[in-house]
């Protein structure tokens, strides 16, 4: 079976097993894309509506963030029911729907699991506090308080404070990674797991393609409890929690990033295997991301990806960074498989996260198609989108309530969607939006650029086109890999293909010498250059160069 897709992106085939190796992802935050009913938030048939938008930039997927049945303490990332649709996002037939939709436009369909841990209002989990010796009892993790009452180790919350909550039923602290609401599953009990490889089940019947998965290095917890060791102060970093946090002063080792959590996701992938669904997992972790991400992507018989958060933290990505970065990642994973992204749901957007002119913008789009691995594109990005300036009073976020001012928490890259310039709201909703749209996102709005040749949402097209165009940057090998001041260079290589990749990532011209061979200068349309009369390259200003071995 094929679906046709629009031009530029690889054709949906049902045959493909390799469809998500280089595949791009487009992720959808539901509750911000498009509100089809006007009560400000956004829903499953807003995303139905818009659609055809996505399938127009020419991506291989979308990513939709959870939509479950929650409180919304957290906003979705606290499920109440897995296999139900939360009212405010429709019905389990607007669902349906959009799957509908998204394959007869060559989309496919991945979807945001919370699998370690759910809300305190989950039915598992109102069971679990009520005894010690009830069916579920031993679902979440438990656990005695020391001789004075304190909780039985050293280990934090994300969201601040200890990872223990004192539950008064049982006389027991439970386990909460994040929100004291948001109680951690026990998945050393195989129960647990069975459960929830059934949510998993439940939803690739009812026909999506694959799945993120949400924290998937904290599944499992060191069954002795044991204390986390204190991380000096040169090894802190803030690319998982604000530096206020002192989530940064340990060295997560015993709480997460245990090496039971392989049989799971073995488990989980021959889940996958006969639907041949694909996830990727969000490896949450400032100090050993990449090699976890090597770990659970090696051997295939894990997951299929992974990504880190090494071009999600603030550090701008220079040439000698970007390098750095692809270098440990070939060293530790050689047989693993990244998802690169530079902005998503829980970070400051990119745009201002690294202070880029609209040239650097268009550079770092061309290049993260360039790279070897798969591609997570968030909302808005294409579009240029800046972290949206909130008042305190209009913030939903907890996270950013509980650190304000020093930290202003994740709602800035959550406003919504801006569709058209000349309304309120941005086309976003007929109603008060959930968060605010700002000023400075109308002049950005889809409508605005669509009549606008030179507009970064055409690059990020022309971008996706090209990656779809030559198949060595979906699937081939990454060499040669150099950071020569500030132009990163590298070759792409598939057999006897071959595709010569530079960057010069600075505000300076630069130059630089190709290797040796034929080279036929390709990707004009995206500010390439070739080789000039004396035989170099010259490189202005964040310009990239693109050739192909003749």
């Known amino acids: 079976m094929t679906i046709q897709s629009p031009a530029g992106h690889r054709m949906m085939t049902a045959s493909d097993r390799d469809w998500w190796r280089g595949a791009v992802i487009y992720q959808v935050y539901p509750r911000s894309f498009q509100d089809s009913n006007g009560d400000g938030i956004g829903d499953l048939l807003g995303i139905v509506e818009r659609l055809p938008y996505i399938a127009s930039l020419g991506v291989d997927a979308v990513w939709i963030s959870p939509f479950f049945t929650s409180p919304m303490k957290d906003f979705g990332y606290d499920v109440s029911d897995y296999c139900d649709v939360d009212p405010m996002f429709g019905t389990l037939s607007d669902f349906d729907a959009v ?19 759910t809300s305190d209002q989950h039915p598992w989990f109102a069971e679990s506090r009520a005894s010690h010796d009830n069916p579920r009892a031993d679902w979440y993790v438990w656990a005695d308080a020391k001789p004075d009452g304190t909780p039985p180790n050293n280990w934090l919350s994300i969201f601040g404070g200890a990872a223990w909550a004192w539950e008064a039923r049982r006389c027991q602290y439970y386990m909460h990674n994040f929100l004291t609401s948001q109680p951690d599953l026990n998945f050393h009990n195989s129960d647990v797991q069975d459960a929830l490889l059934d949510v998993a089940r439940f939803w690739l019947d009812r026909g999506v393609d694959g799945f993120r998965l949400d924290t998937i290095n904290f599944y499992f917890h060191d069954a002795a409890l044991r204390d986390n060791p204190a991380l000096p102060p040169e090894k802190r970093n803030d690319s998982i929690a604000p530096k206020v946090n002192p989530y940064n002063h340990q060295d997560h080792v015993f709480d997460k990033n245990r090496p039971e959590n392989l049989d799971f996701l073995r488990r989980f992938r021959a889940l996958l295997e006969p639907y041949n669904a694909a996830a990727v997992g969000e490896v949450g972790d400032a100090q050993h991301g990449l090699e976890i991400l090597g770990e659970y992507t090696s051997g295939g018989d894990k997951m299929q990806m992974c990504y880190a958060f090494e ?4 550090d701008p990505p220079t040439a000698e960074r970007v390098a750095g970065v692809i270098g440990r990642l070939e060293a530790v994973a050689p047989d693993g498989w990244a998802c690169w992204a530079f902005s998503n749901h829980d970070v400051m957007r ?8 609209p040239a650097a913008v268009r550079c770092y789009a061309t290049l993260i198609m360039c790279l070897r691995g798969s591609v997570c594109l968030y909302q808005g990005e294409e ?3 800046p972290e949206a300036e909130l008042h305190f009073e209009d913030l939903r976020d907890p996270y950013g309530i509980r650190f304000w001012p020093e930290y202003k928490g994740r709602d800035g890259c959550r406003t919504p969607m801006v569709w058209t310039h000349d309304t309120q709201n941005g086309g976003f909703s007929a109603g008060n939006p959930w968060l605010p749209v ?11 650029q669509e009549h606008a040749p030179d507009a970064l949402l ?8 090209f990656r779809a165009a030559y198949p060595v940057l979906a699937k081939g090998e990454l060499e040669a890999l150099r950071a020569d001041g500030n132009v990163l260079s590298f070759m792409r290589r598939d057999g006897e293909r071959r595709l010569f990749c530079a960057f010069n990532l600075d505000h300076e011209p630069a130059e630089l010498d190709l290797p040796a061979g034929h080279w036929l200068p390709v ?13 170099r390259v010259h490189l202005g200003p964040w310009q990239p160069c693109l050739v192909v071995a003749r």
């Open 438 to 448: 700002t000023r400075e996102h109308l002049a950005l709005a889809v409508d605005c």
């Open 99 to 117: 799957v509908s939709t998204a394959h007869a436009l060559g989309l496919r369909v991945m979807i945001d699991l919370v699998l370690s841990h």
């Open 350 to 357: 990119h745009v201002t996260r690294w202070q880029l002119t």
């Open 311 to 314: 071009f999600l933290a603030k």
């Open 383 to 385: 579009l240029g989108l």
């Open 458 to 465: 055409h690059h990020y097209r022309k971008a996706i086109s």
């Open 523 to 535: 990707g004009g349309e995206l500010n390439s250059s070739g080789p000039g009369a004396d035989g």
